[in-house]
């Protein structure tokens, strides 16, 4: 049963609904259609087969050239076959009464749907016979036939209904003779392999008794059958064997001359070569060391998250990129010439089949930039759903419509769908009298525990408190590098060694981050592998435990296609793993080694299409300084140039 039928335009204005013209309470539970914008619509996944929330499954129509969407929403255990019928024809009929200065259409089209909604129940309900009978003979033959109806066994019944089963009976004969022929055949070959294992034995065998019998005649032994391990090693390897083996043992033998130490002589660094004495200040111990920890946040400067990123102007040539768009699809000569007839003659409905040459030479160039293949067919196949049916305007070339909607569409996804204004909220917690907690998380080697110092150095800038914890018990020297960082910062660092809990360790931080009255913890979690099932539920437990007010994914800007698969791996786990009904997944992403990737910046768009979650921090270098926030104009125009 059709639960609501929605007619809505892109703005938000509800135009009719079928629960309201029809004078009935919405039986909706929660917000599925709200869900459904959220998730979806605004996300740019509208080329998508289906979208389910709760109980319900969604099914939707756009009518691109009036800015129209038809949605459908039905219980999702009821797999209604009309749902697409009825979206089709009720697109169809609204659009030729739709008027832009009305807002309501009850009294116009509810009866117009009731005889659109019978139709397509009655269509899909003698569908659905038509299916039953054409499956009912091959599921259940009459036992003596009759007539020519085929029976079960593939044969044609006699014209009395007794010879059914002759032309089936001698083709399962034959099915049983070819059985029988190629079961001989197998045992046939059985036994060839058997008896050719049987021949190298008893070959083997012999030649061993040979051997040994040889042996016992050239040493004399009355017991001929005595076994002599040297003459069979000479037998086997022959004389230059032996004289090999005989020197190894000899060279084994001889004492090694110990290799004289290489010492490392002190760098002269000018003319004037000086005593450089310790290079490494990390040691506490030294005096020096203590003077370079003092002065190590005077010489770092103001971070880079607070200062915003001046966009280049320099436009390229719009010509010369949509030429090389028509190259790459293949068009040549003859997709330009049909771009140009298209928008010289105006008002031409576009159809999926003019979009494909731009649309393919997009999804080309946004895998160059490393976005993952999956992602970017799925981008070209939402713009080709938004752009099919609109007219296009005189004078317009469809590879520049196609790269306005597709970076309209970049943008949408990478602006946050919600605010994250971490200092706000570090304000907000503060008054409740709670630290606020970070947790990091990722696979190995990505950086988590420098770029939380970055992360620890700019919060110090805003005049807040922190505290790290160092909850990777499991790397060596995980803790010793999260505390050269502490002791760099002059920051307290809560720590319990290795082979711990990492759980109750955070839990035990907090605690003391809320008697110290500390403004922020930042936990430092162990690097693990999407696929490795311990961690991942430690981490669960951590996370369930301590109920931290953000986790950041702290991600390579080099991966691709692995991005997609470790993100959608961690929430998963994350989801799989919780106690909690309502499990807690990706809050926001922390791209690291941006600095080294050119325009290679596709994985930023990959993770945020698959978690949904914001990239709220870029690493973009070696100093504490070197984190800065996503600049989302820069990164549509690098993917798109």
């Given amino acids: 049963m059709l639960e609501e039928l929605l007619i809505f335009t892109r703005g938000g204005l509800i135009l009719w609904s079928s629960c309201r013209a029809l004078g009935l309470a919405s039986p909706l539970k929660g917000s599925p259609i709200d869900a459904l914008i959220r998730s979806c619509l605004l996300e740019e996944r509208a080329a998508d087969a289906g979208f389910t929330q709760d109980n319900y499954a969604l099914r939707w129509a756009f009518s691109n050239d009036l800015g129209l969407v038809f949605v459908a929403v039905y219980q999702r255990m009821l797999h209604l076959l009309y749902v697409d019928d009825l979206l089709a024809a009720v697109r169809k009929e609204f659009s030729q009464i739709y008027d832009p200065k009305r807002v309501c259409y009850d009294d116009v089209f509810t009866d117009v749907f009731r005889q659109l909604h019978l139709e397509a129940e009655a269509r899909a309900e003698a569908m659905k016979k038509t299916r039953q009978q054409n499956t009912l003979p091959s599921s259940r033959a009459p036992a003596g036939g009759g007539g020519k109806k085929p029976n079960a066994l593939g044969g044609r019944a006699g014209p009395q209904g007794g010879g059914g089963g002759k032309k089936g009976g001698t083709e399962s004969g034959k ?261 606020y907690v970070v947790v990091f998380v990722g696979v190995n080697g990505v950086g988590k525990s420098t770029n939380l110092a970055k992360v620890a150095y700019w919060l110090l800038q805003h005049n807040l408190s922190v505290m790290m914890a160092a909850c990777d018990t499991f790397r060596s020297g995980a803790v010793e590098q999260l505390r050269t960082h502490a002791r760099r910062l002059q920051i307290p660092i809560f720590e319990k060694g290795y082979e711990k809990d990492p759980a109750v360790v955070a839990k035990e931080a907090i605690q003391e981050a809320t008697r110290n009255k500390s403004d922020v913890v930042l936990v430092d979690t162990a690097g693990r592998m999407q696929d490795n099932e311990p961690l991942m539920r430690a981490l669960s437990k951590l996370i369930n435990l301590n109920k931290p007010d953000l986790v950041l994914f702290v991600g390579e800007a080099l991966v691709g296609n692995d991005a997609v698969d470790q993100l959608n791996k961690f929430n998963q786990k994350l989801a799989d793993l919780s106690t909690v009904p309502t499990a807690r997944l990706i809050d926001g992403i922390l791209l690291t080694k941006f600095d080294t990737i050119d325009d290679k910046v596709g994985a930023a768009l990959s993770m945020v299409y698959i978690s949904g979650s914001p990239v709220m921090f870029v690493g973009c270098g070696q100093s504490y300084t070197d984190l800065k926030k996503l600049n989302v104009k820069s990164i549509v125009k690098t993917l798109l140039k």
């Fill in 175 to 435: 099915d049983d003779s070819d059985s029988s022929d190629s079961g001989k055949e197998q045992n046939k070959l059985t036994n060839g392999t058997i008896k050719g294992h049987a021949n190298s034995l008893n070959k083997d065998s012999s030649n061993a008794r040979a051997l040994v019998a040889d042996n016992g005649k050239e040493n004399g032994d009355p017991n001929d059958g005595a076994f002599d391990v040297n003459t069979l090693r000479k037998k086997i390897g022959g004389k230059k064997g032996g004289k090999k083996t005989d020197a190894v043992t000899t060279k084994k033998a001889a004492p090694k001359a110990e290799p004289k130490k290489n010492v490392k002589k002190d760098r002269v660094w000018d003319d004037h070569p000086r005593k450089v004495g310790k290079l490494d200040f990390t040691d506490p111990a030294d005096e020096r060391g203590e003077e370079m920890v003092e002065k190590a946040i005077e010489h770092q400067g103001d971070s880079m998250m607070d200062k915003d990123e001046v966009l280049s102007s320099d436009s390229e040539d719009e010509d010369e990129e949509e030429g090389e768009e028509n190259a790459g699809a293949g068009a040549k000569k003859k997709g330009w010439f049909t771009s140009m007839f298209k928008s010289i003659a105006g008002n031409n409905v576009l159809e999926k089949a003019d979009l494909q040459p731009a649309l393919k030479a997009l999804k080309d160039r946004l895998m160059t930039k490393n976005v993952a293949e999956e992602i970017a067919e799925k981008l070209c196949e939402s713009v080709a759903a938004s752009l099919e049916g609109k007219k296009l305007g005189s004078f317009t070339r469809i590879s520049s419509t196609v790269q306005t909607a597709m970076e309209e569409a970049l943008t949408r996804i990478l602006t946050p769908r919600r605010s994250i204004d971490i200092l706000r909220d570090v304000q907000a917690a503060k008054e409740r009298g709670k630290p």
